[in-house]
């Protein structure tokens, strides 16, 4: 049984910065690929950005593009997600995901079976 604590929200002021930390424990961390997820209120789950086991393969939603980088350290069983030029659109509580087993991290979050409970971000104008 997969176990994902999230860690490094808080509240930025928008140019700021932020890097989430989502430790892992329970299974092979470099044998799966990880995720991460926000949802801000009144709407739903969206997909941020994904990485493959090796942390070659790496995918972003558009508006994250170049502000955001997901990394991962397989060693210490983390995927990191720091957090650039935030905008206050980034306000959200986001939320890591474990997809067991995936070669291709999928984008969606019917590819992950194990999430954390997920860290508030506040981005003030």
């Known amino acids: 049984q997969a176990q994902l604590v999230e860690s490094g929200g808080g509240l930025a002021q928008a140019g700021g910065s932020l890097r989430l930390s989502c430790k892992a424990s329970?299974?092979?961390?470099?044998?799966?690929?990880m995720g991460w997820f926000r949802q801000a209120p009144g709407k739903e789950r969206e997909f941020v950005a994904a990485?493959?086991?090796?942390?070659?393969?790496?995918y972003y939603t558009d508006s994250v593009k170049g502000r955001l980088t997901i990394s991962r350290d397989n060693a210490q069983n983390t995927v990191y997600l720091q957090m650039n030029s935030l905008e206050p659109e980034d306000t959200a509580v986001y939320y890591c995901?474990?997809?067991?087993?995936?070669?291709?991290?999928?984008?969606?979050?019917?590819?992950?079976?194990?999430w954390g409970q997920g860290t508030q971000v506040t981005v003030s104008s």
């Open positions: 995901a474990e997809a067991p087993g995936a070669y291709v991290p999928p984008r969606n979050s019917i590819g992950y079976f194990y």
């Open positions: 329970g299974r092979t961390f470099s044998s799966d690929a």
């Open positions: 990485i493959g086991r090796s942390g070659y393969t790496i």
